[in-house]
């Protein structure tokens, strides 16, 4: 299992390390310069940008795609999209967290996974 590191807050205390399996979506959080990594229970925080990050998880055998300018979530935990709101759900009852997605990354996204619809 592939794993990176995080901390438990955005000033780096707390430091861990989190299976990439539990990842939900990783967001950019402008307002303290940190990546949010969501998680179905909590949220850690690390450095980089998005696309260093989009690119070393595909690279290790991940599915992880773009979702809008500030987000990049993990569809193989996508398990219903929401056309009307263009969110990506990880319950299957369209309930709990959600990843935002930008009109156009939403219609890509569409075609390379399979999940329920909601409208």
Known sequence: MDKISVTKNS???GLALLGVDRILYLEYYRAINRILVHTKDEV???VGTLVY???LLNRNGH???RADRNGI???SKIKVMDKALYR???EDDASGKYCPFAESRFKAV???VSYSYQS
């Open 11 to 13: 000033n780096g205390e």
């Open 53 to 55: 990050w989009l690119e």
């Open 73 to 75: 979530a993990n569809l």
């Open 110 to 112: 569409s075609k390379k």
């Open 63 to 65: 599915r992880f795609v």
């Open 88 to 90: 990506g759900y990880f």
């Open 44 to 46: 850690f925080y690390t």
